[in-house]
T-cell receptor, first 113, second 115 residues
């Protein structure tokens, strides 16, 4: 049973650049949520995608955008990177209508210099 | 007031003891509650979830929910050094509400189980 996968594992970018992170959900799951986790903090919800649409969004600026593809995989894009965007970016997948459990991928560690 | 608050920790218990982790939430519309374990440098791993008032047991873990008091807890019996990690409490709102779908996390409690 394939779990949630994310790529890349680590990424170093310069302030002002743009970055794209990728996520493939757990086999059989159709919903993808993205979270940002700063060091020593709990994950913060960015947005959730279902049926290729952004269903819900947290308190993140428009620099954060996303997409879900027909195969349920998803991308997170961040434009005009700031030093404060340095964090662990987590993707979580779930199955709509079959409980609330969200399963996290290994994450992408983004460092902005 | 934070939406989900956990006991500040860090919590240190001897091997074999019961570890008690606590969490309170402010949104009375929250319907589902989750405990995740996160080892250093790794992503959160789902341990337990609970929807109804009362206790739910799974092996050495027991989750407790009291919606009237807006309180969730996780008990770990016979604690092992391998249980040493950060434990995250999360809440999810009910269907149709503005917080449906997203998980709101506490800041986490660091647990250390010493031999």
């Amino acid at each position: 049973d394939a779990g949630v996968t994310q790529s890349p594992t680590h990424l170093i970018k310069t302030r002002g650049q743009q970055v794209t992170l990728r996520c493939s959900p757990k086999s059989g799951h159709d919903t993808v949520s993205w979270y940002q986790q700063a060091l020593g903090q709990g994950p913060q919800f960015i947005f959730q995608y279902y049926e290729e649409e952004e269903r819900q969004r947290g308190n993140f600026p428009d620099r954060f955008s996303g997409h879900q593809f027909p195969n349920y995989s998803s991308e997170l894009n961040v434009n005009a990177l700031l030093l404060g965007d340095s964090a662990l970016y987590l993707c979580a997948s779930s199955l709509e209508g079959w409980g609330d459990e969200q399963y996290f991928g290994p994450g992408t560690r983004l460092t902005v210099t | 007031q934070k939406e989900v608050e956990q006991n500040s920790g860090p919590l240190s218990v001897p091997e074999g003891a019961i570890a008690s982790l606590n969490c309170t939430y402010s949104d009375r519309g929250s319907q589902s509650f989750f405990w995740y374990r996160q080892y250093s440098g790794k992503s959160p791993e789902l341990i337990m979830f609970i929807y109804s008032n009362g206790d739910k047991e799974d092996g050495r873990f027991t989750a407790q929910l009291n919606k009237a008091s807006q309180y969730v807890s996780l008990l770990i019996r016979d604690s092992q050094p391998s249980d040493s990690a950060t434990y995250l409490c999360a809440a999810r709102g009910n269907a149709g509400g503005t917080s449906y779908g997203k998980l709101t996390f506490g800041q986490g409690t660091i647990l250390t189980v010493h031999p």
